[in-house]
């Protein structure tokens, strides 16, 4: 990676990375471009070294070093012979699902800033962190960061609540608005139905939506109401329904799950009749650009995992979020929309017919989307060229 330039920077990059999930595995290579072009800009060459739970895939899929994540002799050596540290993006700093991510997050911020490296915050999404316990760890390596940045208004003001000053902050797009297509366009891998037999979508083009279902209520109501709403949505009209699973194995049980139940309410699939629809199930991608082609496919997006919206978005596919955590509401903001519903509360009438609706007017949404879409894929690139800038002018 980098251009033939005769200076060349080493950046350490931290994040969620090597574990299946496309939405972070996407993260990183929206960053690995974002860093590309800015070094081109600035007549730079810029060295990635990933921190990854699985090294060599990582190595395979973005052409970049990676070493171990949890390997302290492997990081320690690899900040030592850096120029600096990225930490981010994504959810790095919460304590919803674990509290020991932000201990370990932050614990690579501070070797890096103990060996005298300059540490950048890369479109972060703060919280939610609920052991205050935490507010002062945060503030403390945040302030010795050279930038931070993170992906929406929410974070900025729960930083600033801990005591990082305000105006040492930027607010950002997430990266992955920033996320080109994989060359070659939209051209889809192979379609897998249900049944196993290929789709006959060519044959019979229906509207194609896109759905992206996770786990989380532990006793599955969250996606027994999908289910329902989903079937309601092929009662009204011939739909394709897809379900793209972003995160491996888990989201693929998941929408399997979701699928059995659309046939138990009379939707199509497992033999009942769903009046002309399809459901498919998108095989398992590990390149985010593959997904990211997927989706681009679609006309609507019905999404519960943050980074199909985001995917959506960029690729200018209505959308509809299901809202299990507030960086769903946070990015939805972004777009002047809010949540169709939630995993504590969906309605499945309404959820049908504002998917009818956005399909029906798929154009309109696209019209009065585009500038603000255009607007965030720009200011994406913000942070990479930040830190770029920064790597230029350091001594040394």
């Not at 000053?165 to 897998?192: F, N, S």
């Amino acid at each position: 990676m980098g251009s033939k330039a005769g200076t060349s920077k080493r950046i350490v990059i931290s994040g969620y990375y090597g574990f299946n999930n496309s939405g972070d595995e996407a993260v990183l290579k929206s960053i690995l471009a974002a860093l590309e072009e800015q070094a081109q800009a600035e007549g730079i060459a810029v060295e990635p070294v990933v921190l990854s739970a699985d090294p060599a895939l990582t190595t395979r899929l973005y052409g970049v070093q990676a070493v171990q994540r949890m390997k302290l002799g492997d990081i320690v050596r690899a900040l030592r012979e850096s120029d600096g540290l990225i930490s981010g993006g994504g959810s790095l700093l919460q304590d919803a699902t674990s509290a020991k991510s932000i201990p370990y997050y932050l614990a690579i911020v501070k070797i890096a800033q103990w060996l005298g490296k300059p540490s950048f915050i890369y479109a972060q999404g703060i919280g939610p962190v609920r052991r205050k316990l935490f507010y002062g760890m945060i503030r403390r390596a945040f302030r010795k960061c050279a930038y931070v940045s993170v992906r929406d208004q929410e974070s900025a003001e729960l930083l600033a609540a801990m005591g990082v000053a305000r105006g040492r902050i930027d607010v950002v797009p997430d990266p992955v608005m920033g996320l080109p297509l994989p060359d070659g366009g939209a051209d889809a891998e192979a379609r897998v139905s249900v049944s196993g037999a290929e789709s006959a979508e060519d044959d019979l083009p229906l509207p194609l939506v896109g759905v992206s279902v996770r786990y989380w209520n532990e006793d599955r109501s969250d996606l027994d109401r999908c289910a329902e709403a989903l079937a309601l949505l092929c009662k009204r009209s011939a739909v394709h329904l897809r379900f793209l699973p972003f995160h491996l194995p888990s989201d693929e049980e998941a929408s399997r799950y979701v699928i059995d139940r659309i046939g138990q309410n009379g939707g199509p699939g497992l033999g009942v009749d769903g009046g002309g629809s399809r459901i498919s199930i998108c095989p398992p991608l590990q390149d985010p650009q593959a997904m990211l082609a997927e989706v681009s496919r679609c006309d609507l997006l019905i999404g519960m995992r943050l980074h199909s919206l985001i995917y959506a978005a960029s690729q200018s596919v209505p959308l509809l979020g299901i809202s299990y955590d507030p960086k769903i509401d946070h990015f939805l903001h972004r777009l002047n929309s809010v949540a169709v519903g939630t995993t504590a509360y969906l309605d499945p009438q309404a959820t049908a017919s504002e998917a009818a609706r956005l399909l029906a007017h798929g154009a309109e949404w696209r019209r009065s989307q585009a500038a603000g879409i255009e607007r965030l894929k720009q200011e994406s690139q913000l942070p990479a060229k930040q830190i770029v800038r920064y790597l230029r002018l350091k001594k040394g």
